[in-house]
């Protein structure tokens, strides 16, 4: 250009994207159904959720609830091992496979995320309660059930004010409580680490201690989050999070 030219607008103008991690093109940004927020194209944002109540994912959610209620109340009243075996194993692998099928079939949403969080609280905690019918370990169940209830289930809810889909994509926030807390081997541990100690080892106080360091993992996980800066008026995760206040 030379020397005093006015410059010219033939060059399209830059689209500025909300994430640094969105892919260039973006293969489809239009909203899921009228009225929402554009897509922004990063996995996991809120922008994302299409606002179903009723599919696939979520009826998998309400019968693994019902039949591992179902299969626990049966084991409490006819003093049953094998049917609380069967009620652990419908809410641990209808837990696994409601979440599987809503990112197959694109059906995560917010509200599937937050039903799901009090579903696995109410099987949770009726197999606990039914477990100390069969074995005598009643401080290593409160303590999990103190974490479980108490602290870790405002935890997992505490993402929801981020503009996430759920706990799962966490990292976008803020990666070691993600690690700490959501990543597939931690939400494993925490459902699976108790019960496996008290069937496999004699001694009830290594559960209790295993008890203690999760519900501490815990405790400082819900300080750190809380602290954390709360995004306000977007739609999208905004580009250089994680902040913290």
């Given amino acids: 250009m030379q020397r005093g030219a006015v410059p010219t607008n033939d060059e399209p103008p830059e689209v500025s994207v909300a994430h640094s991690t969105a892919p260039h093109p973006a293969a489809d940004l239009s909203p899921r159904r009228p009225g929402l927020p554009a897509r922004c194209g990063v996995r996991g944002c809120g922008c994302e959720d299409p606002r179903q109540l009723r599919n696939a994912?979520?009826?998998?959610?309400?019968?693994?609830?019902?039949?591992?209620?179902?299969?626990?109340?049966?084991?409490?009243?006819?003093?049953?091992?094998?049917w609380l075996l069967a009620g652990y194993l419908t809410y641990w692998i209808g837990d696994s496979a409601d979440g599987n099928?809503?990112?197959?079939?694109d059906q995560e949403t917010?509200?599937?995320?937050?039903?799901?969080?009090?579903?696995?609280?109410?099987?949770?905690?009726?197999?606990?309660?039914?477990?100390?019918?069969?074995?005598?370990?009643?401080?290593?169940?409160?303590?999990?059930?103190?974490?479980?209830?108490?602290?870790?289930?405002p935890l997992t809810l505490l993402p929801m004010r981020w503009p996430v889909l759920s706990p799962n994509y966490f990292y976008l926030i803020d990666p070691l409580a993600y690690t700490l807390n959501w990543h597939v081997v931690a939400k494993i541990t925490n459902t699976t680490l108790l019960?496996?100690?008290?069937?496999?080892?004699?001694?009830?106080?290594?559960?209790?201690?295993?008890?203690?360091?999760v519900l501490l993992i815990k405790i400082w996980s819900l300080?750190?989050?809380?602290?954390?800066?709360?995004?306000?008026?977007?739609?999208?995760?905004?580009?250089?999070?994680?902040?913290?206040?």
């Fill in 110 to 153: 917010r509200f599937g995320a937050v039903f799901d969080v009090v579903c696995d609280r109410v099987n949770c905690i009726s197999c606990a309660l039914v477990l100390l019918l069969f074995i005598d370990a009643p401080w290593p169940v409160a303590v999990f059930l103190f974490q479980f209830v108490v602290v870790d289930l």
């Fill in 195 to 213: 019960i496996t100690l008290l069937v496999f080892v004699p001694d009830q106080r290594v559960a209790l201690v295993a008890a203690s360091v």
């Fill in 101 to 105: 099928i809503a990112r197959w079939r």
């Fill in 57 to 82: 994912a979520n009826v998998v959610t309400v019968v693994r609830t019902v039949a591992s209620l179902a299969l626990v109340t049966t084991a409490a009243v006819q003093h049953s091992w094998p």
């Fill in 223 to 245: 300080g750190r989050v809380l602290r954390l800066t709360t995004p306000t008026d977007t739609p999208h995760v905004p580009q250089g999070m994680p902040a913290r206040a």
